[in-house]
């Protein structure tokens, strides 16, 4: 079992910028790690998430402004998040799992206010 723990989330002016952490206990290098959020009263969505390969996929919503990394020798995940908006608050979880049909592994998410 992987656990993730997530870190680096905050409250923030609108424009602003905050960089996720996700510090998994185990390898991931072979693991497709992503990064979603859930807003108040919606379903939780994608944000980015990066394969193993490097294939790495964005949600239009934050193309251009958001960006997924991985240090797979560290075991860490980080999503840079600039340009920041009211409509990405949201509690940001970290995902990992060996194949894209699988549920994998959630952290205890981290709480990510915009303010206007």
């Known amino acids: 079992q992987v656990q993730l723990v997530e870190s680096g989330g905050g409250l923030v002016q609108a424009g602003g910028s905050l960089r996720l952490s996700c510090a998994a206990s185990?390898?991931?290098?072979?693991?497709?790690m992503g990064w979603y959020r859930q807003a108040p009263g919606k379903q939780r969505e994608l944000v980015a998430r990066t394969a193993g390969s490097g294939i790495t996929v964005l949600a239009d919503s934050v193309k251009g402004r958001f960006t997924i990394s991985r240090d797979n020798a560290k075991n860490m995940v980080y999503l840079q998040m600039n340009s920041l908006k009211p409509e990405d608050t949201a509690v940001y979880y970290c995902?990992?799992?060996?194949?894209?049909?699988?549920?994998?592994?959630w952290g205890q998410g981290t709480q990510v206010t915009v303010s206007s």
């Open positions: 185990g390898s991931i290098i072979s693991s497709i």
């Open positions: 995902n990992s799992r060996p194949a894209y049909y699988m549920e994998g592994y």
